[in-house]
């Protein structure tokens, strides 16, 4: 039976299931049709790749292979295929214990944490996100 963490629905057209699996030993990513997720199994990167994400317009597939993102391209009409990944940056990058720490925004960039990982002994992260803080600056700071 194959473990499966960090599944997600491919946009747009949510027929499509990537997933993450150390099955092997290591960690890959595989892709699924979704809902059929036993029709069959496409596996993207043949040495090791984590943290699997679709591009928003759902022609690639990006994911970590240690120090390297990672993209292959993807066709899924009239069936599944992919095409030969390639790197598509290298650096140190904040690879985090609790889920994927990077997105691909709508115009292809992407949004990464860089710096190194901190031990698991670590506390966790914080973010703090303000909601509304010009309405909060208008109220505490009157305009004459």
């Known amino acids: 039976m194959t473990r499966v963490r960090d599944a997600r629905v491919?946009?747009?057209?949510?027929?499509?299931?990537?997933?993450?699996?150390?099955?092997?030993?290591?960690?890959?990513?595989?892709?699924?049709?979704?809902?059929?997720?036993?029709?069959?199994?496409?596996?993207?990167?043949?040495?090791?790749g984590a943290d699997p994400t679709w591009a928003p317009e759902g022609s690639e597939l990006c994911c970590l292979a240690g120090r390297r993102m990672m993209a292959a391209p993807i066709r899924t009409d009239p069936s599944f295929d992919h095409?030969?990944?390639?790197?598509?940056?290298?650096?140190?990058?904040?690879f985090g214990r609790d889920g994927r720490n990077?997105?691909?925004a709508p115009d292809g960039r992407f949004l990464m944490i860089t710096g190194t990982s901190p031990g698991d002994d670590a506390p966790p992260l914080e973010i703090?996100?303000?909601?509304?803080?010009?309405?909060?600056?208008?109220?505490?700071?009157?305009?004459?």
């Open 10 to 48: 491919c946009a747009p057209d949510g027929r499509w299931l990537t997933f993450q699996s150390d099955d092997s030993g290591q960690m890959e990513v595989f892709v699924r049709p979704f809902p059929d997720v036993d029709g069959a199994r496409w596996q993207i990167w043949t040495e090791g």
């Open 83 to 94: 095409g030969r990944s390639e790197v598509l940056f290298e650096g140190d990058y904040f």
């Open 102 to 104: 990077y997105d691909v």
């Open 128 to 144: 703090t996100a303000v909601l509304n803080w010009f309405e909060e600056l208008k109220a505490r700071v009157p305009v004459p």
